[in-house]
């Protein structure tokens, strides 16, 4: 997995193909949970799929005791 060998990732596949949790996991193995800052940083272009991913990534790390946040501004900015 590219994630593990700190790369970046961009991921595209048809819906349902489990991109969110290979990446997640993938993630998670590379967090320090003892480690008490920001070591991972996930993008999505909607607030729906940030949601979403949050979620995933919560759930999939519930043992490893770490913060999940997500943040998208109140309104869709349109240039």
Known sequence: MPVLKDRDVIA???SGTGKTATFSISVLQKIDHHLRQCQALILAPTRELAQQIQKVVIALGDHLNIEVYTHAPPFS???
């Open 12 to 14: 595209q596949a048809q």
């Open 77 to 79: 900015l349109v240039f």
